[in-house]
């Protein structure tokens, strides 16, 4: 059974002090909970900025190693793979 922590809220409490929840996010995410179960995550703005560029970076670097990998494909003449590969980078990165 799940417990509730410092750092986790019930959307009763939340609906009730809105604003002293959202001033507790600015110091670090708190867990919305609904029947005790997670339903939510809130944080402040420069949390959710720096997931975001963490998030962009490991996309960034996801896409390098699948090139990485697809090249090597093409110069051992895999190009029937190649095409296939091409067109999964295409469709999951788009150009960073």
């Avoid at 995550?41 to 420069?46: F, I, Q």
């Avoid at 990998?69 to 296939?84: C, D, L, S, T």
């Amino acid at each position: 059974m799940a417990t509730q922590t410092e750092r986790s809220r019930q959307i009763s409490e939340l609906q009730a002090d809105a604003a002293g929840v959202v001033a507790q996010a600015e110091q670090g995410p708190i867990e919305i909970r609904r029947y005790r179960e997670p339903v939510a995550y809130l944080e402040s703005v420069d949390q959710h900025r720096e997931h975001r560029e963490l998030d962009e970076a490991l996309n960034r670097a996801i896409w390098a190693l699948d090139l990485a990998r697809a090249m090597r494909n093409v110069k051992q003449g895999n190009f029937k793979r190649w095409e296939r590969v091409a067109a999964k980078l295409r469709a999951r990165y788009p150009k960073p």
